[in-house]
């Protein structure tokens, strides 16, 4: 099987987190714009992704 996630990750590269540049969250968000409220540690914003088709969360740590 899979001796750690790593491992796990890796050989499913799709599962893989993505990671993006500030300068690009606070494009997709419209410059923070639209907040939807307050998770456990940070604000959460709505924003686009340009490799998504739907608008979703993002939670900016």
Do not use: C
């Not at 540049?21 to 307050?38: C, N, P, Q, S, V």
């Amino acid at each position: 099987m899979y001796d750690g996630i790593e491992e796990f990750l890796q050989s499913h590269s799709h599962l893989m987190p993505i990671r993006y540049a500030y300068k690009d969250i606070k494009k997709m968000t419209k410059g923070f714009r639209d907040k939807l409220g307050e998770g456990g540690f940070r604000s959460v914003y709505k924003g686009k992704l340009s490799n998504v088709a739907t608008w979703g969360p993002l939670n900016i740590v």
